[in-house]
């Protein structure tokens, strides 16, 4: 790929189009150019320091586990994913290690670099954390995508989301008054309720985990 090319690749199939213009990527390959690695080179080694942004460009890597002598591949690293965001988002040490299989581009980033830009934009810094450690919301983010929703609007959902958890017999929502919360339930039993007279309720159903609930109602659809 040419340089243009992988501009172009990066502002659309990567981590990096959430953070940064297409000019401001531009900027950063001229100051950290990707490399060319050998195959079967440790790019980052499991119990490093997090302190890197990997980006494979142009071959599928393998994300591996155990000591450099003795690794065992878990997995695959596409072009354009970005290697174990969850430590980096957290500043521990590597989970895994990251190896070439053929000889490869990838790109290399300090992350400090990326870290200065998230604290200026702490919606997306939430949205990234939130993603790294929940495959629930990276499965939304997924049906987001393909309904046609815009990244932006993706980040701004999801990174605006709060985990609340509540006591025994307390009220969510109550019929009648105004939704202005969508509620997903990812733990407990959550039931739902429906007034029949001023003193009664009728008991309804349980409300399914990983659904959303609310929706037409904020909308008013």
Known sequence: MSEQEWVEFLNSNSILELIFSEDEIESLLKKYPPNE??????????????????????????????SLKSLVKQGELAPGRTFNLYSLMRKLPFQFSLVTEDTAW????PWEVI??????????????????????????AKDLDNAGCSSQFRVRFLGS?????????????????????????????????????ERALQTQWLLPQKVWFGWPECVGV
């Open 161 to 197: 989301l709060e985990e609340k958890s509540f006591s025994p017999h307390t009220w969510l929502q109550k019929q009648g008054q105004s939704c202005r919360e969508i509620v997903m339930v990812i733990g407990g039993d959550v039931q739902a309720y429906r007034r029949t007279s």
């Open 37 to 66: 690695i050998d195959g079967e080179t440790v790019v980052a080694l499991e119990g490093s320091p997090a302190d890197a942004l990997h980006i494979p460009l142009d071959q599928t890597l393998s994300i591996c586990h155990g």
């Open 115 to 140: 870290e200065l830009r998230l604290e200026e934009n702490k919606v997306l810094r939430n949205y990234l954390f939130r993603v790294s450690e929940s495959s629930d919301l990276r499965y939304l």
């Open 106 to 109: 990838v790109l290399t980033i």
